[in-house]
């Protein structure tokens, strides 16, 4: 005998077994997030509650798992999860609004903000985000390259001290640049006119002191 698997009683008919998917309730506003659809389906929304994501009918899995199959369309027979997205389902309830974010859901204004999303029938009447001017872009010049020299192995201390003094005898000597400085000579004094002194004249004899030269003897020489 075979077996029926769809209820005669069952209302709701659906090609898998099972109970059929879950029909989400979508908030009221143009634009929502996440936590917004949490609340609207009954489910806790507070991390500090034990019951945190879960829900009479249904539980944040189940309104997760239901945006991903409505918004995008993946692979045949893969699990209803981002890695087997193929494209985005042009047909869906649900869209996301592109560049634009909730202000953070606490007191102190700090946190993650969220996705805003809405329903397709509202997508031209919700916010976008503001167009960005395009600026021509200017092509910066390029750096020429500077070929890098890498540094010579360290040697013992007496090979480099060796390498330093050989280095500084294979340098060229700087060259000298002598700048010929010119000396005056020094004005030599004129000799001064050497005027000649007149001799003394000789001083006179007193009379007195002159005496009479003795008389010469006039002998007669006779001859013998």
């Not at 009954?42 to 409505?70: H, I, Q, Y």
């Not at 960005?132 to 001290?161: C, G, I, N, Y």
């Amino acid at each position: 005998m075979k077996k029926n698997s769809k209820s005669k009683t069952s209302t709701a008919t659906h090609d898998h077994p099972g109970r059929p998917r879950y029909t989400m309730k979508f908030p009221t506003r143009k634009e929502w997030t996440f936590t917004d659809l949490m609340r609207t389906n009954d489910v806790e929304t507070s991390p500090k509650s034990k019951r945190f994501g879960k829900g009479p009918n249904c539980t944040m899995l189940t309104l997760r798992k239901n945006m991903e199959a409505d918004m995008y369309l993946h692979k045949e027979g893969k699990p209803l999860i981002s890695k087997w997205r193929t494209r985005i389902n042009p047909r869906s309830q649900v869209v996301l609004i592109d560049g634009v974010t909730a202000e953070p859901d606490s007191e102190s204004g700090l946190g993650r903000r969220a996705l805003l999303y809405c329903l397709r029938v509202n997508k031209d009447n919700v916010s976008k985000a503001p167009r960005a001017t395009s600026t021509p872009k200017v092509k910066a010049t390029r750096k020429p390259r500077v070929a890098k020299t890498s540094a010579p192995e360290s040697q013992t201390p007496t090979a480099d001290a060796l390498d330093k003094i050989h280095a500084a005898l294979a340098a060229p000597s700087p060259a000298v640049t002598v700048h010929a400085v010119t000396i005056a000579p020094e004005a030599t004094p004129a000799p001064a006119p050497v005027t000649p002194t007149p001799e003394p004249a000789p001083e006179a004899a007193p009379a007195a002191a002159v005496e009479a030269a003795p008389a010469v003897e006039t002998s007669t020489l006779v001859n013998s």
